[in-house]
């Protein structure tokens, strides 16, 4: 998320109260998490594990809860809870406002657009011409929709991230999501689909890309041109699925992976981890099509070997 007026370290730090380590007028210019970030960005980092990565990333403020040197050309903030303190920001550069009708008088409709009957369009929502909005859908703050899109009955865009944090003494504490949906052109998207924004940058579902009825992209998604999902596709979070992907229906898919250009994953099928382009795929989790449909033969003549071996040694 980039914010709308940049910000100086020594603010940040006094409206979390927290301490900073750093030039007091060092420049945020955006929140981002750690996978997001770009110069200007400031991110939060909680777990000794992800110390070195959030240091050395393209962020240049970095809440944290270790004292630690400050690394040249960035800012430090010192917080006993940066999870806490992130979310705080969030919602303050990023809060829900209160709707006072169906469509935003902050929404910017392109011309032959076409909107039905209970159509919810949040504030600050593009959208482009010649769209058809069926009726009931849902478009969160902030989501931004291409030209010759089509998006299907009571289809949701834009809901949070489904992001927590346990906490021992209190339970799961939610991630406040301030990124953002984009569609782009061409698009269609069915009924009862739902799109997660990103926790801080965008879920991207690209040009000429069909999704089918019943479909979930979790958040900070990325889905390239003309992929083709079936229904009751499940994609987790911070995905990449790349251009010319087919999932058919039931397939389910896995956080942080890459799905390669024009893979075929075929129905009922589970990608744990990133497969490589111009394959088709089976099976949970995903192998070779056809290597997968040899072992299922193989196995299905395991009982005829088992009685023949007990023949023998009878």
Known sequence: MQLATSVTLSQISKLINATFV???NHVITGINEIHMVQHGDLTFVDHPKYYDKALQSNATTIIINKDVACPPGKGLIVSDDPFRDYNILTQKYRPIQTST???????VIGTGTVLRAGVVVGEHVTIGTNCTIHANVVLYD???IGNNVEIHA?????????YF?????KGYTKMYSCGRVVIHNN????ALTTIDKGVSGDTVIGEGTKLDNHVHIGHDTIVGKNVLMAAHTAIAGVTTIEDDVILWGQVGVNKDLTIGKGAIVLAQSGVASSIA???TY??????EAREKMKEMALVKQLPYYIDKLRGLLN
């Open 101 to 107: 009708s169906s469509i935003a008088t902050t929404a």
């Open 165 to 169: 944090k346990k906490y021992a003494d």
């Open 282 to 287: 089976f099976g949970s989790p995903v192998q």
């Open 187 to 190: 698009v269609t998207i069915g």
């Open 154 to 162: 009571n289809a949701v865009l834009g809901a949070d991230a489904f």
């Open 277 to 279: 382009g111009g394959k």
């Open 22 to 24: 750093g030039d007091a």
């Open 142 to 144: 902030h989501t931004v």
